[in-house]
Protein backbone atom coordinates (compact mmCIF):
# COMPACT_ATOMS: atom_id res chain seq x y z
CA UNK A 1 0.00 0.00 0.00
CA UNK A 2 2.86 2.55 0.73
CA UNK A 3 4.42 1.46 -2.55
CA UNK A 4 1.31 2.19 -4.50
CA UNK A 5 0.76 5.44 -2.64
CA UNK A 6 4.20 7.09 -3.47
CA UNK A 7 3.85 5.70 -7.20
CA UNK A 8 0.56 7.51 -7.21
CA UNK A 9 1.34 10.43 -5.82
CA UNK A 10 4.54 10.80 -8.09
CA UNK A 11 2.09 10.33 -11.03
CA UNK A 12 0.00 12.78 -9.82
CA UNK A 13 2.94 15.23 -9.66
CA UNK A 14 4.04 14.60 -13.21
CA UNK A 15 0.78 14.37 -14.60
CA UNK A 16 -0.07 17.60 -12.98
CA UNK A 17 3.09 19.25 -15.10
CA UNK A 18 2.33 17.48 -18.00
CA UNK A 19 -1.00 18.92 -18.46
CA UNK A 20 0.21 22.35 -17.47
CA UNK A 21 3.16 22.38 -20.05
CA UNK A 22 0.34 21.29 -22.42
CA UNK A 23 -1.73 23.66 -22.11
CA UNK A 24 0.29 26.27 -22.52
CA UNK A 25 0.49 26.49 -26.22
CA UNK A 26 -3.64 25.40 -25.88
CA UNK A 27 -4.31 28.81 -23.94
CA UNK A 28 -2.16 31.12 -25.42
CA UNK A 29 -4.17 31.64 -28.28
CA UNK A 30 -6.82 32.08 -26.07
CA UNK A 31 -5.67 34.92 -23.80
CA UNK A 32 -4.32 36.51 -26.90
CA UNK A 33 -7.50 36.76 -28.22
CA UNK A 34 -9.36 37.92 -25.07
CA UNK A 35 -6.60 40.82 -24.56
CA UNK A 36 -7.43 41.84 -28.36
CA UNK A 37 -10.97 41.97 -28.26
CA UNK A 38 -10.68 43.89 -25.40
CA UNK A 39 -8.29 46.44 -26.68
CA UNK A 40 -10.36 46.77 -29.79
CA UNK A 41 -13.41 47.02 -28.07
CA UNK A 42 -12.42 49.59 -26.03
CA UNK A 43 -10.88 51.11 -29.16
CA UNK A 44 -13.98 51.42 -30.79
CA UNK A 45 -16.42 52.52 -27.79
CA UNK A 46 -14.10 55.76 -27.16
CA UNK A 47 -13.33 56.57 -30.98
CA UNK A 48 -17.18 56.07 -31.51
CA UNK A 49 -18.01 57.91 -28.77
CA UNK A 50 -15.97 61.17 -29.63
CA UNK A 51 -17.74 60.76 -33.12
CA UNK A 52 -14.22 60.44 -34.70
CA UNK A 53 -15.25 56.69 -36.49
CA UNK A 54 -18.24 55.73 -38.63
CA UNK A 55 -19.86 52.70 -37.38
CA UNK A 56 -18.29 51.24 -40.82
CA UNK A 57 -15.03 51.84 -39.46
CA UNK A 58 -15.69 50.38 -36.35
CA UNK A 59 -17.10 47.15 -37.72
CA UNK A 60 -13.46 47.09 -39.63
CA UNK A 61 -11.39 47.39 -36.47
CA UNK A 62 -13.35 44.11 -35.23
CA UNK A 63 -13.36 42.09 -38.36
CA UNK A 64 -9.53 42.76 -38.69
CA UNK A 65 -9.13 41.39 -35.52
CA UNK A 66 -11.15 38.21 -36.30
CA UNK A 67 -8.54 37.88 -39.62
CA UNK A 68 -5.85 37.45 -37.54
CA UNK A 69 -7.30 34.76 -35.70
CA UNK A 70 -6.24 31.75 -38.29
CA UNK A 71 -2.53 32.51 -38.52
CA UNK A 72 -2.14 32.68 -34.98
CA UNK A 73 -3.87 29.25 -34.55
CA UNK A 74 -1.63 27.78 -37.18
CA UNK A 75 1.15 28.92 -35.41
CA UNK A 76 0.21 27.25 -32.27
CA UNK A 77 -0.42 24.27 -33.86
CA UNK A 78 2.45 24.11 -35.26
CA UNK A 79 4.08 24.71 -31.59
CA UNK A 80 2.05 21.92 -30.70
CA UNK A 81 4.06 19.81 -33.34
CA UNK A 82 7.40 21.03 -32.16
CA UNK A 83 6.39 19.79 -28.99
CA UNK A 84 5.86 16.25 -29.73
CA UNK A 85 8.50 15.95 -32.21
CA UNK A 86 10.89 17.01 -29.02
CA UNK A 87 9.63 14.36 -27.09
CA UNK A 88 10.21 11.97 -29.85
CA UNK A 89 13.99 12.92 -30.32
CA UNK A 90 14.33 12.21 -26.60
CA UNK A 91 12.85 8.63 -27.36
CA UNK A 92 15.36 8.46 -30.48
CA UNK A 93 17.97 8.96 -28.83
CA UNK A 94 17.54 7.05 -26.05
CA UNK A 95 16.96 3.89 -28.65
CA UNK A 96 20.32 4.98 -30.32
CA UNK A 97 21.75 4.77 -26.97
CA UNK A 98 20.73 1.42 -25.57
CA UNK A 99 23.62 -0.72 -25.67
CA UNK A 100 23.82 -4.53 -26.79
CA UNK A 101 24.34 -7.10 -24.32
CA UNK A 102 26.68 -9.15 -26.72
CA UNK A 103 30.18 -7.61 -26.01
CA UNK A 104 32.24 -7.91 -29.53
CA UNK A 105 34.59 -10.75 -29.63
CA UNK A 106 38.55 -9.95 -29.48
CA UNK A 107 38.38 -11.14 -32.96
CA UNK A 108 40.25 -14.35 -33.49
CA UNK A 109 39.72 -15.17 -36.81
CA UNK A 110 37.72 -17.58 -38.88
CA UNK A 111 38.91 -20.16 -40.81
CA UNK A 112 38.16 -19.77 -45.16
CA UNK A 113 36.27 -22.08 -46.84
CA UNK A 114 33.50 -24.58 -45.53
CA UNK A 115 33.43 -24.35 -41.91
CA UNK A 116 33.10 -26.91 -39.06
CA UNK A 117 29.81 -26.47 -36.31
CA UNK A 118 29.99 -27.51 -32.86
CA UNK A 119 27.05 -26.84 -30.20
CA UNK A 120 28.79 -28.13 -26.63
CA UNK A 121 25.92 -29.09 -24.17
CA UNK A 122 24.21 -25.71 -24.78
CA UNK A 123 21.27 -24.48 -23.27
CA UNK A 124 19.55 -21.26 -23.88
CA UNK A 125 16.45 -19.27 -22.85
CA UNK A 126 14.87 -15.95 -23.91
CA UNK A 127 13.43 -15.40 -20.95
CA UNK A 128 14.89 -15.52 -17.27
CA UNK A 129 12.51 -18.86 -16.92
CA UNK A 130 12.08 -21.12 -19.47
CA UNK A 131 14.66 -22.84 -21.31
CA UNK A 132 13.72 -23.20 -24.95
CA UNK A 133 16.94 -25.27 -25.62
CA UNK A 134 18.60 -27.22 -23.46
CA UNK A 135 21.61 -29.99 -23.03
CA UNK A 136 21.72 -29.45 -26.96
CA UNK A 137 25.02 -31.27 -28.21
CA UNK A 138 26.03 -31.67 -32.18
CA UNK A 139 28.81 -32.04 -34.38
CA UNK A 140 29.54 -31.13 -38.23
CA UNK A 141 32.49 -31.76 -40.43
CA UNK A 142 33.43 -29.13 -42.72
CA UNK A 143 31.19 -29.65 -45.71
CA UNK A 144 28.78 -31.88 -43.74
CA UNK A 145 24.97 -30.81 -44.43
CA UNK A 146 22.64 -31.26 -41.24
CA UNK A 147 18.66 -31.32 -41.39
CA UNK A 148 17.26 -29.97 -38.65
CA UNK A 149 13.45 -31.11 -37.78
CA UNK A 150 11.21 -30.82 -35.35
CA UNK A 151 7.83 -29.25 -34.50
CA UNK A 152 7.03 -25.65 -34.47
CA UNK A 153 8.16 -24.03 -31.63
CA UNK A 154 10.86 -27.04 -30.50
CA UNK A 155 13.76 -24.49 -30.95
CA UNK A 156 14.95 -24.88 -34.82
CA UNK A 157 15.13 -21.05 -35.55
CA UNK A 158 16.95 -20.74 -32.05
CA UNK A 159 19.58 -22.81 -32.56
CA UNK A 160 20.45 -20.72 -36.09
CA UNK A 161 20.09 -17.52 -34.12
CA UNK A 162 23.26 -18.56 -31.53
CA UNK A 163 25.24 -19.72 -34.11
CA UNK A 164 24.39 -15.95 -35.76
CA UNK A 165 25.80 -14.87 -32.52
CA UNK A 166 22.09 -12.63 -32.05
CA UNK A 167 21.77 -14.48 -28.56
CA UNK A 168 24.67 -15.73 -26.17
CA UNK A 169 23.30 -19.32 -24.56
CA UNK A 170 23.44 -19.54 -20.96
CA UNK A 171 25.36 -22.45 -20.74
CA UNK A 172 27.70 -24.42 -22.71
CA UNK A 173 29.80 -23.20 -26.20
CA UNK A 174 29.18 -22.68 -29.35
CA UNK A 175 31.67 -22.97 -32.17
CA UNK A 176 32.27 -22.34 -35.77
CA UNK A 177 35.38 -23.33 -37.47
CA UNK A 178 37.01 -24.54 -34.15
CA UNK A 179 36.17 -21.17 -32.96
CA UNK A 180 33.88 -19.88 -29.99
CA UNK A 181 31.50 -17.98 -31.45
CA UNK A 182 32.06 -15.18 -28.77
CA UNK A 183 35.84 -14.31 -29.31
CA UNK A 184 35.45 -13.92 -32.88
CA UNK A 185 34.43 -10.35 -34.45
CA UNK A 186 30.53 -10.31 -35.05
CA UNK A 187 31.54 -8.61 -38.07
CA UNK A 188 33.61 -11.61 -39.03
CA UNK A 189 31.51 -14.33 -38.07
CA UNK A 190 28.26 -12.62 -39.81
CA UNK A 191 30.38 -12.73 -42.98
CA UNK A 192 31.32 -15.92 -43.03
CA UNK A 193 27.81 -17.34 -42.46
CA UNK A 194 24.92 -17.14 -44.98
CA UNK A 195 21.54 -17.45 -43.66
CA UNK A 196 17.78 -17.66 -45.67
CA UNK A 197 15.98 -16.91 -43.06
CA UNK A 198 11.63 -17.79 -43.24
CA UNK A 199 10.47 -14.67 -44.19
CA UNK A 200 12.41 -12.68 -46.46
CA UNK A 201 13.24 -8.88 -46.13
CA UNK A 202 13.17 -7.28 -49.31
CA UNK A 203 13.51 -3.72 -49.25
CA UNK A 204 11.61 -0.86 -51.44
CA UNK A 205 14.42 -0.18 -54.03
CA UNK A 206 15.74 -2.24 -57.17
CA UNK A 207 15.99 -6.03 -57.40
CA UNK A 208 19.77 -5.64 -57.74
CA UNK A 209 20.01 -3.26 -54.34
CA UNK A 210 17.85 -6.04 -52.75
CA UNK A 211 20.81 -8.17 -54.08
CA UNK A 212 24.04 -6.58 -52.95
CA UNK A 213 22.01 -4.91 -49.97
CA UNK A 214 22.92 -1.91 -51.30
CA UNK A 215 26.51 -2.26 -51.88
CA UNK A 216 27.45 -0.76 -55.04
CA UNK A 217 31.27 -2.77 -55.00
CA UNK A 218 29.32 -5.55 -56.53
CA UNK A 219 29.24 -4.91 -60.02
CA UNK A 220 26.52 -6.31 -62.51
CA UNK A 221 29.24 -9.12 -64.26
CA UNK A 222 28.93 -10.16 -60.81
CA UNK A 223 25.57 -10.87 -60.21
CA UNK A 224 24.98 -11.77 -63.72
CA UNK A 225 27.65 -14.58 -62.73
CA UNK A 226 25.73 -15.21 -59.58
CA UNK A 227 22.77 -15.99 -61.28
CA UNK A 228 23.83 -17.78 -63.98
CA UNK A 229 25.93 -20.50 -61.53
CA UNK A 230 22.41 -20.95 -59.58
CA UNK A 231 20.42 -21.19 -62.81
CA UNK A 232 17.77 -18.23 -62.17
CA UNK A 233 19.44 -15.85 -65.16
CA UNK A 234 16.12 -16.72 -66.84
CA UNK A 235 14.28 -16.46 -64.26
CA UNK A 236 15.58 -12.84 -63.24
CA UNK A 237 15.29 -11.72 -67.35
CA UNK A 238 11.67 -12.49 -67.25
CA UNK A 239 11.14 -9.35 -64.67
CA UNK A 240 10.03 -6.07 -66.33
CA UNK A 241 13.26 -4.30 -66.20
CA UNK A 242 15.96 -6.83 -65.43
CA UNK A 243 17.83 -5.76 -62.40
CA UNK A 244 16.19 -2.57 -62.60
CA UNK A 245 12.99 -3.48 -61.43
CA UNK A 246 11.43 -1.75 -58.53
CA UNK A 247 9.93 -4.00 -55.83
CA UNK A 248 8.38 -3.13 -52.67
CA UNK A 249 9.18 -3.55 -49.13
CA UNK A 250 7.63 -6.55 -46.92
CA UNK A 251 7.46 -8.92 -49.75
CA UNK A 252 5.11 -6.80 -52.36
CA UNK A 253 5.60 -8.13 -55.90
CA UNK A 254 7.31 -11.30 -55.35
CA UNK A 255 5.94 -14.70 -54.07
CA UNK A 256 7.41 -16.39 -51.39
CA UNK A 257 9.56 -19.16 -53.24
CA UNK A 258 10.57 -15.91 -55.44
CA UNK A 259 11.70 -14.06 -52.82
CA UNK A 260 13.50 -17.12 -51.23
CA UNK A 261 15.26 -17.00 -54.88
CA UNK A 262 16.43 -13.67 -54.31
CA UNK A 263 17.75 -14.47 -50.79
CA UNK A 264 19.77 -17.22 -51.74
CA UNK A 265 21.51 -14.72 -54.29
CA UNK A 266 21.97 -12.42 -51.92
CA UNK A 267 23.74 -15.35 -49.84
CA UNK A 268 25.68 -16.63 -52.82
CA UNK A 269 26.83 -13.31 -53.76
CA UNK A 270 29.05 -13.07 -50.50
CA UNK A 271 30.08 -16.91 -50.30
CA UNK A 272 30.00 -17.61 -46.59
CA UNK A 273 31.60 -21.27 -45.37
CA UNK A 274 28.16 -21.73 -43.99
CA UNK A 275 24.90 -21.79 -45.34
CA UNK A 276 21.67 -21.81 -42.79
CA UNK A 277 18.57 -22.43 -44.65
CA UNK A 278 15.08 -21.94 -42.85
CA UNK A 279 13.10 -22.77 -45.37
CA UNK A 280 9.76 -21.27 -45.72
CA UNK A 281 6.83 -23.81 -45.03
CA UNK A 282 4.46 -22.51 -47.68
CA UNK A 283 3.62 -24.57 -50.90
CA UNK A 284 5.81 -24.03 -53.64
CA UNK A 285 4.91 -24.23 -57.55
CA UNK A 286 6.28 -27.15 -59.09
CA UNK A 287 8.28 -24.74 -61.41
CA UNK A 288 9.64 -22.54 -58.77
CA UNK A 289 10.39 -25.71 -56.70
CA UNK A 290 12.32 -27.28 -59.38
CA UNK A 291 14.85 -23.82 -59.80
CA UNK A 292 15.18 -23.51 -56.10
CA UNK A 293 15.96 -27.45 -55.69
CA UNK A 294 18.76 -26.47 -58.38
CA UNK A 295 20.30 -23.76 -56.47
CA UNK A 296 20.19 -24.96 -53.38
CA UNK A 297 22.21 -27.67 -54.80
CA UNK A 298 24.81 -24.73 -56.03
CA UNK A 299 24.61 -22.73 -52.54
CA UNK A 300 25.78 -26.55 -51.00
CA UNK A 301 28.42 -27.44 -52.93
CA UNK A 302 31.98 -27.00 -51.20
CA UNK A 303 29.84 -25.95 -47.84
CA UNK A 304 28.47 -26.66 -44.84
CA UNK A 305 24.66 -26.36 -44.68
CA UNK A 306 22.15 -26.40 -41.96
CA UNK A 307 18.98 -26.79 -43.33
CA UNK A 308 15.76 -26.28 -41.77
CA UNK A 309 13.57 -28.34 -43.88
CA UNK A 310 9.80 -28.84 -44.44
CA UNK A 311 9.81 -30.39 -47.83
CA UNK A 312 11.22 -33.97 -48.39
CA UNK A 313 13.11 -32.89 -51.36
CA UNK A 314 15.18 -30.93 -49.53
CA UNK A 315 15.27 -33.72 -46.76
CA UNK A 316 17.46 -36.02 -49.09
CA UNK A 317 20.26 -33.99 -49.28
CA UNK A 318 21.05 -33.53 -45.58
CA UNK A 319 24.09 -36.13 -44.72
CA UNK A 320 22.96 -36.01 -41.15
CA UNK A 321 19.34 -35.48 -39.60
CA UNK A 322 18.39 -34.10 -36.19
CA UNK A 323 15.18 -33.66 -34.84
CA UNK A 324 14.36 -31.66 -31.87
CA UNK A 325 11.76 -31.83 -29.50
CA UNK A 326 10.43 -29.13 -27.93
CA UNK A 327 14.26 -28.00 -26.69
CA UNK A 328 15.90 -31.49 -26.60
CA UNK A 329 17.39 -33.40 -29.27
CA UNK A 330 14.60 -36.15 -29.79
CA UNK A 331 17.04 -37.78 -32.71
CA UNK A 332 20.41 -37.25 -34.11
CA UNK A 333 22.24 -39.62 -36.97
CA UNK A 334 22.81 -40.65 -40.19
CA UNK A 335 20.32 -40.23 -42.28
CA UNK A 336 21.01 -43.34 -44.11
CA UNK A 337 21.04 -45.03 -41.06
CA UNK A 338 17.85 -43.56 -39.62
CA UNK A 339 15.89 -44.24 -42.86
CA UNK A 340 16.82 -47.79 -42.91
CA UNK A 341 15.82 -48.28 -39.47
CA UNK A 342 12.39 -48.48 -39.05
CA UNK A 343 11.97 -47.53 -35.48
CA UNK A 344 13.41 -44.39 -35.95
CA UNK A 345 11.27 -40.80 -35.82
CA UNK A 346 12.68 -40.18 -39.20
CA UNK A 347 11.86 -42.85 -41.24
CA UNK A 348 8.31 -42.83 -39.71
CA UNK A 349 8.22 -38.68 -40.45
CA UNK A 350 9.28 -39.69 -43.97
CA UNK A 351 6.80 -42.32 -43.82
CA UNK A 352 3.64 -39.75 -43.01
CA UNK A 353 5.03 -37.08 -44.82
CA UNK A 354 5.36 -39.10 -48.36
CA UNK A 355 1.66 -40.02 -47.63
CA UNK A 356 0.79 -36.46 -47.16
CA UNK A 357 2.15 -35.81 -50.62
CA UNK A 358 0.89 -38.46 -52.06
CA UNK A 359 -2.40 -37.76 -50.74
CA UNK A 360 -1.68 -33.40 -52.22
N1 LIG B 1 12.28 -13.64 -29.70
C1 LIG B 1 11.72 -14.51 -28.86
N2 LIG B 1 11.43 -14.16 -27.60
C2 LIG B 1 10.88 -15.05 -26.74
N3 LIG B 1 10.57 -16.32 -27.06
C3 LIG B 1 10.82 -16.72 -28.30
C4 LIG B 1 11.42 -15.85 -29.28
N4 LIG B 1 11.56 -16.54 -30.44
C5 LIG B 1 11.08 -17.77 -30.19
N5 LIG B 1 10.65 -17.90 -28.92
C6 LIG B 1 10.12 -19.14 -28.30
O1 LIG B 1 11.11 -20.14 -28.39
C7 LIG B 1 10.58 -21.40 -28.76
C8 LIG B 1 11.30 -21.95 -29.97
O2 LIG B 1 11.07 -21.08 -31.08
P1 LIG B 1 11.74 -21.30 -32.50
O3 LIG B 1 11.48 -20.07 -33.30
O4 LIG B 1 13.16 -21.70 -32.33
O5 LIG B 1 10.87 -22.50 -33.08
P2 LIG B 1 11.00 -23.26 -34.48
O6 LIG B 1 11.39 -24.67 -34.16
O7 LIG B 1 11.89 -22.49 -35.41
O8 LIG B 1 9.49 -23.24 -35.01
P3 LIG B 1 8.93 -23.12 -36.55
O9 LIG B 1 8.99 -24.50 -37.14
O10 LIG B 1 7.51 -22.68 -36.37
O11 LIG B 1 9.75 -22.12 -37.26
C9 LIG B 1 9.09 -21.17 -28.96
O12 LIG B 1 8.43 -21.65 -27.82
C10 LIG B 1 8.93 -19.68 -29.07
O13 LIG B 1 7.73 -19.27 -28.48
MG1 LIG C 1 11.47 -21.37 -37.18
Redesign the pocket.
Known amino acids: MRRLFMLTRERLRTGRRARILSSIPWSMPVLFFATAYIIAFSLIAWLYGTHSISIGVAFLIYYYTQQLSQPIMMISNQLDDFQKASAGIVRVQELMGTQSELTDGEGIPLPEGPLSVDFKQVDFG??EEEM?LQDVSFHLKPGEVLGLL??????????T?LLFRLYDPAAGKVELGGVDVAHAHLSDLRRHIGIVT?DVQLFHATVRDNLTLFDNSIDDAHIERALQQLGLTDWFHKLADGLDTMLAANGGGLSAGEAQLLAFTRVFLHNPGLIIL?EA?SRLDPATEQLIERAVDTLLSGRTGII?A?RLGTVKRADTILI?DS?HIAEYGEREALQMDSHSQFARLLLTAHEAEVLA
Open positions: YGVGRTGSGKTTIRQDSIHMG
